[in-house]
Every structure is written in C-alpha cells, then in structure tokens.
Nanobody, 113 residues
C-alpha cells in the first residue's frame, strides 16, 4: 500500500495550492479518502473527506468554502484544492484511508509572506 502526496510548498497568505495523492496497493475506488493536517506543536486534525464515488464530501468548519476535495478513480488519485490560505494553516497535510488506517508520509504546506 502506498499513498504519495505532492503539491505542497511555500505560498503567500491568500494564495492557493493544489495537493495530490497517488494511491496504490488497494482498491482505491472502494474507499472513502480523507485529508488531515498537523501543524507544529498541535494534534493532527481532519480537513476533508470524500466518499468512494466522489458524490459526498465533508469539510472541517475552518476550511469549508475555501478548500475542495475531489478524486479521480480512473487515476487512483485524490486532490485537495486550497484557496485563500492562512498562515495558521501551515502544516503537514496527509492523505489517508480512514477505514483501513493507511496514511501517506505527508506534504509540507507553508503559508507565509
């Protein structure tokens, strides 16, 4: 099983990033996928999730309206479009499969001027 995140980096406040997660080693289209994040010195927190078919999404209150989760089951990928980023959203962002406990290594997002 592998979950490989990409797309992180340094962005100015108010900017945008699109994270990608490439999945392999399991039946991707069968599982809800989630993005979580962990800021320095804080506990890991839920950001967004999407059901296996892509028709149902859920978001943390703090990101609703600014972040969009999507998936491409043909490519075994899940995405997180992040807009209007804030400095307090600096964190490592993780792709994961809640039902199986699979986690990627994470991708660093730094929001700073």
């Amino acid at each position: 099983v592998q979950l490989l995140e990409s797309g992180g980096g340094l962005v100015q406040p108010g900017g945008s990033l699109r994270l990608s997660c490439a999945a392999s080693g399991f039946t991707f289209m069968s599982y809800t996928m989630s993005w979580d994040r962990q800021a320095p010195g804080k506990e890991r927190e839920f950001v967004a999730r999407i059901n296996n078919g892509g028709s149902i999404t859920n978001y943390a209150d703090s990101v609703r309206g600014r972040f969009t989760i999507s998936r491409d089951n043909a490519k075994n990928k899940v995405y997180l479009q992040m807009n209007s980023l804030k400095p307090e959203e600096t964190a490592v962002y993780y792709c994961n499969v809640p039902a199986k406990g699979y986690w990627g290594q994470g991708t660093q997002v730094t929001v700073s001027s």
